[in-house]
């Protein structure tokens, strides 16, 4: 169980914050930039969650509690030493990404298949839900930038491919099963 006594602890005045590990890095290492927007991320989810009810709130929820799984996942460098950490590190297990695949297959079928892209829009869940997918794209790409030179749990890697996913598809749900969907006009404005 993690205790906060005291917010401020200074340590970071310097520009360098610690890791999972106890290391103390640059607070604008990839790892960090990684698993910040994970918290950008579950803000903007936190945002989203007022304008949800029922199953998707206790949805958003739940990925919200994943997303903590995940910072805490990607501030912890060297998988290779897992074994020997004085408690097992929380790593995102393949369990979580297939959650959200049966999820995604669920939703989906509620909707008509898309005839044209989708501008981010609709209504007020379904926009912010736009938002929280650009967010995960962001942090699966900064992610997928700290694979090329650190080890990483890949399995982190694909619930941000796969989260993204998740998104798009609760937004067309949040737009009335995508009756309300806001349709791209290519050359609209020519």
């Known amino acids: 169980m ?7 602890t ?17 607070k604008h290492n990839a790892r960090v930039a990684a698993y910040g927007t994970t918290d ?7 945002v989203a969650r007022l304008h949800a009810q029922s199953d998707m709130d206790t949805a958003l929820a739940r990925i919200q509690n994943d997303l903590f799984d995940l910072g805490a996942d990607l501030c912890r460098p060297d998988m290779a030493k897992d074994a020997e950490a004085e408690y097992p590190p929380l790593r995102v297990v393949a369990s979580q990404v297939s959650r959200l695949e049966s999820e995604i297959d669920v939703m989906n079928a509620q909707l008509e298949p898309l005839r044209s892209f989708i501008l981010p829009g609709g209504s007020a869940l379904a926009a912010q839900l736009h938002v929280c997918r650009t967010v995960a794209r962001r942090a699966e790409r900064l992610s997928v930038e700290l ?29 009335d099963e ?4 806001v349709l791209w006009v290519p050359g609209a404005n020519r």
């Not at 993690?2 to 401020?8: A, E, F, G, H, R």
């Not at 950008?40 to 936190?46: C, H, I, P, S």
């Not at 995508?178 to 969907?181: L, P, T």
């Open 10 to 26: 200074r340590t970071g005045d310097k520009g360098t914050t610690a890791l999972g590990n106890g290391d103390r890095v640059a």
């Open 40 to 46: 950008e991320l579950n803000a903007f989810l936190g």
């Open 2 to 8: 993690v205790v906060l006594n005291k917010i401020y």
């Open 147 to 175: 694979a090329q030179s650190e080890d990483i749990n890949a399995d982190a890697v694909t619930y941000l491919n796969r989260l993204s996913d998740w998104f798009f598809v609760a937004a067309r749900i949040a737009n």
């Open 178 to 181: 995508g009756r309300a969907d």
